[in-house]
């Protein structure tokens, strides 16, 4: 059985941060999800800063599921961070946000964004999403490291 890689999910919302556990929950018992609260958290932890000091701590991503709103720094800033970074730019990236406006989906797109997902807003439509989000990232790319 091929293992699940770490999704990263930076989210500050803690409704939204259950929603896509849950869901993930639902169909994939053993998904190695972890969460940052912001932009600033995410790159203490990609950079192994701060409390993720450790390496174990923080455990290299195979996918980061990023928020673009978020306190601190935005997803916006965050990815522009990680895709000029010479390591962290070869992680996939994929924007999970309420934003459906298309200046949003042009700018992370233009920034680097690997895709670009709405959140749906029933719990039954989150999962749905959430399992082809799975079974594309996980079972049909093929993801460095």
């Known amino acids: 059985m091929k293992k699940s890689p770490i999704i990263l999910i930076a989210e500050d919302d803690e409704e939204d941060f259950m929603l896509v556990r849950d869901a993930f929950l639902e169909f994939c018992q053993q998904s190695d ?42 997803g ?11 390591e962290l730019r070869y992680i996939p990236v994929v924007a999970l946000t309420t934003s459906d406006a298309e200046s949003d989906i042009l700018a992370m797109y233009g920034l680097g964004v690997n895709s670009f997902i709405r959140k749906p807003s029933g719990y039954g439509q989150f999962v749905d999403v959430m399992k082809v989000f799975d079974k594309y990232w996980t079972e049909l790319v093929r993801l460095p490291r």
Do not use: Q, T
């Open 33 to 74: 999800l972890r969460r940052v609260k912001d932009g600033e958290e995410l790159m203490d932890y990609l950079l192994c800063r701060e409390k993720y000091k450790d390496p174990k701590s923080a455990p290299w991503p195979g996918i980061i599921l990023l928020d673009l709103n978020m306190p601190r720094k935005d």
């Open 76 to 86: 916006r800033e965050a990815l522009k961070e990680i895709k000029a970074h010479p």
